[in-house]
């Protein structure tokens, strides 16, 4: 049934049904949550085995006491790991703290201002401003970081393959200080899509066209975080940009915070050798060397790739029913009504819903007063600003199957109201 092909008396008779279903919501003074992405307590649990894995041993194999200052770039074996979840090689790896946003707000901060050629020189040459690609709907915290170091957002349209290609090389040749696009190549926050191979190999070589100081920054952050049994597959990138020389200009990230513990697990930044030695050195002016006891926890917890998959199926266990939840929800609530569209994602931790236009601040306002929390309208936008007024996106992870469940009823329900109300005021 089709909401804008019903008569208004059908409308009418909707509304009275749908008002009734949400004031009952309203007076049962719900208190629930879908905004962040949250690992929930039994996905952490899942990693308590790190607390004392170490029994006393410190030592690494080249006699290294992880206990003591020093080493920068990480201990070997923990590079090892995060190479082979960024598909580089160990050398290309920096080990970090336990966040890999920390490890991206650092990197801007050398090439926005203090890099030989920094990229604020340059604007301020050109008697501009540094800018960066945004596909969208995006992460929010890619955004708070260019706001953070004055970078002017431009977005581009995200489709199923990746960013809209076409638009971001006719965007970087128009204007040289583009300096960078932010990219979450697989299972992308919120949509869940992962780029196709001619996107990242497009990627490979729009430096060319953007110049030696234009930076891809590919967080990985779902790299490993399967939903489906068949994972999606995703280019190496800098594989393909070495053949294009253009490997100076990726800078890759990710991290075990949706794998171990989301506040203390260790994060990754990939980048060329001669890159990477750069960072260290800039790095080197606010830290002596990162938590190495963590990263030989971590270590001697995941070990190889085979022990890492086993243990993101453990994940998968339990938060795939959740997103089924949802879908299925959506689905018999939504479905064929032409009121909202939303994504299927195969792996990662968000479903991207978009409501009719001029529509989502108002469905989170109606949810918010029915006691659910759903993040704020415009927050997967630069700027907060959603120039449709019509993406949400939903966490689901966090939350049991009950409290979704619950939280579901309330969210279609609104959606429902507000698509109503629109369609009665037109
Ligand atoms: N990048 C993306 C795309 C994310 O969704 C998140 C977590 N929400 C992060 C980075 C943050 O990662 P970390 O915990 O390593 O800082």
Redesign the pocket.
Known sequence: MKYADLSTAELQSLHESISSHYDQFKAAGLKLDLT??KPSKEQLDLSNALDGILEGFYLLQDGTDVRNYGGILGIPEARALGADILGLAPDEVLVGG?????L?YQYIDLMQNHAGNSWHREAKAANGRVKFLCPVPG?D??YTICEQFNIEMITVAMTEAGPDMAEVESLVSSDPLIKGIWC?PRY??PTGYTYSDETVSRLSKLPIIAGDNFRIMW?N??AVHHLADEPDELSNLMALARKQSTQDSVVM??????ITF?GA?I?FLGASVQNLAIFEQFLSGSIIGFDKVNQLRHVRFLKDSEALAAHMAKHQAIIRPKFDLVLAKLESALGGTGIAEWTTPRGG?FISLDTLPGLASEVVRLADEAGVKLTPAGATFPYGMDPLDRNIRIAPTFPSLDQLRQALEVFVVCIQLASVNKLLSR
């Open positions: 962040r992405g336990n966040s890999s946003l920390t991206m992460y915290r890619h979450v992308s926050n967080d952050a779902y990230l990710a991290s075990t915070s949706k989301a697990g994060a931790y």
